[in-house]
């Protein structure tokens, strides 16, 4: 039976969408399509849902794409969504024109209940059919039997596989667990052939230890083999900061051979913490075949963004401190710009790290893609949380620092301003509670790559926004209601 899906049409909605541009000199003379200075404001269309089939693809050994779910060439989006009491994974299907929002499948999680905070998923060719696999935490919360009627049973969490297929996860399969599955508190997973040998592999975390699960892998969640030889280094998360154990996993290739090379960035307690570069090595060999410290920062982010074929790393200081107060106040402190460092020509070298001028209070989230197809990479971010200094342009949406020759500038970018409804579940928000998130950008099949931001409500997603085109004036947006079904 063919799956179903949602089209979308175009209404107004409420929810606006702003974009801005500033320059310096003549650095913008790049690129003369991009956007010019000054305000305007736009209005991105929103859902009116509509039925249409599911695109099937042919998979193969073939397949290149990490995130084509049906393997018909396209990237597609995996989203959480929570709906009433019900949480699952709903993946929206690109296209030649980009993510469509009408093909979609909806994937129930394994079990019958969930915790609304507990899917975080990232998309890989596990068992290398040419179909992207969903890989991540699922947090079930189950009853005690020992104790029937408990009011705050205990959630129990686990990885899991959702296999890829032609027309995207089978929603009737059960997910598949990971074998000998990893401990609660590996809360990533991140896909990548970290040996070269042209199979996905999988990085987990356990406390300040990374787990190596080499491809392929089986249907029923096995790995080729498995390897727990790398350690964060010891205080590597800063001078003080105590919590050594891995918060986030980033993959790219940073210095242009065949092996995805990994960024680790320790959680901090509050703190900034110093990520670190492990580079791939050769097929069967040891990794990291290299690895190298890399700036204080609160969130990494992987793009080309000079253009010159191989991965940089942009650090960004979030604003997080964990000042102990001193006579009832925290110490203050001022936002460190953003940092990039850009991929080397040697192999195994260190990566070349350059401050970003005019970055400064920028920082809290980053994300990078191509969104202009001039290929370079922009790099996407937000302003930080120090309150009293940021906090009014914080509101103000997202940042898009465009891909330049000779690497970002803080001076050539544009803005698009995103806000949360005034209104919601009958109640008026603040404008603190209209704040948005940058969800992630990526190729989707269009003919440049596409921002998604969200809208969350006591930290569940609620609403998502598609951005299109240089100034992201294009795209739509939907809520959580209209895509927790297909």
Same mark, same amino acid.
């Given at each position: 039976m063919t799956r179903r899906a949602l089209r979308a049409s175009a209404v107004l909605l409420s929810c606006g969408l702003i974009a801005t541009a500033c320059a310096a000199g003549d650095e913008r003379s790049e690129d003369a399509a991009r956007p010019k200075p000054g305000k305007r404001e736009f209005s991105l269309p929103a859902w009116k849902p509509a039925t249409a089939d599911v695109p099937r693809g042919k998979g193969g050994k073939g397949g290149k794409l990490a995130s084509d779910v049906?393997?018909?060439?396209?990237?597609?989006?995996?989203l959480r969504v929570t709906h009433g009491k019900k949480s699952g994974l709903t993946v929206v299907y690109g296209s030649g024109d980009g993510l469509d929002p009408a093909a979609r499948t909806a994937v129930p999680g394994p079990g019958s209940r969930f915790s609304p905070y507990g899917i975080s998923v990232r998309t890989g060719d596990l068992d290398g059919d040419g179909f992207a696999d969903l890989v991540g935490l699922f947090s079930e919360v189950v009853d005690d039997p020992a104790t029937p009627g408990a009011s705050d049973p205990e959630p129990t969490a686990g990885q899991y596989i959702v296999w890829g297929g032609p027309e995207g996860p089978d929603p009737d399969a059960d997910p598949t667990p990971l074998a000998t599955a990893a401990a609660p508190d590996s809360l990533t997973g991140q896909p990548g052939d970290f040996d070269g040998d042209g199979h996905t592999d999988l990085a987990l975390t356990r406390d300040d230890r990374l787990e190596l699960r080499y491809g392929p892998f089986t249907r029923d969640g096995g790995?080729?083999?498995?390897?727990?030889?790398?350690?964060?280094?010891?205080?590597?998360?800063?001078?003080?900061?105590?919590?050594?154990?891995?918060?986030?996993?980033t993959a790219g290739d940073v210095n242009g051979d065949a092996a995805t090379d990994l960024v680790v960035q320790p959680s901090g307690d509050g703190e900034q913490t110093a990520a670190v570069l492990l580079l791939g090595g050769d097929a069967g060999g040891r990794f990291p075949a290299a690895e190298h410290r890399l700036p204080l920062g609160g969130a990494t982010a992987l793009g080309d963004f000079d253009g010159d074929g191989r991965g940089d790393i942009a650090v960004g200081d979030s604003g997080s401190r964990n000042n102990e107060a001193v006579d009832g106040a925290a110490t203050p402190h001022d936002l460190a710009p953003i940092v990039v460092a850009y991929g080397s020509r040697e192999r195994y070298a260190a990566p070349v790290t350059k401050t970003v001028p005019g970055s400064e209070a920028l920082g809290l989230q980053l994300a990078a893609a191509d969104l202009n197809g001039d290929g370079k990479d922009e790099l996407i971010t937000k302003y930080g949380t120090d309150l009293e200094a940021i906090l009014a342009k914080d509101l103000k949406g997202v940042v898009v620092l465009h891909g330049r020759d000779g690497g970002l500038s803080g001076t050539d970018r544009h803005s698009v301003r995103v806000s949360g409804p005034k209104r919601y579940a009958g109640k008026t928000l603040k404008p603190?509670?209209?704040?948005? $998130?940058? =969800?992630?950008? $990526?190729? =989707?099949?269009?003919?440049?790559?596409?921002?998604?931001?969200?809208?969350?409500?006591?930290?569940?997603p609620a609403r998502w926004w598609i951005s299109r085109g240089d100034a992201g004036t294009e795209g739509l947006t939907f809520t959580a209601g209209q895509i927790a079904s297909g």
């Open positions: 049906n393997g018909d060439g396209y990237g597609d989006l995996v790995a080729a083999r498995t390897s727990t030889d790398w350690r964060v280094p010891s205080r590597v998360a800063g001078s003080d900061c105590c919590h050594d154990d891995i918060g986030e996993l603190f509670d209209r704040r948005i $998130g940058i =969800f992630t950008a $990526g190729a =989707f099949g269009g003919a440049s790559a596409e921002l998604v931001l969200t809208w969350s409500r006591k930290t569940v």
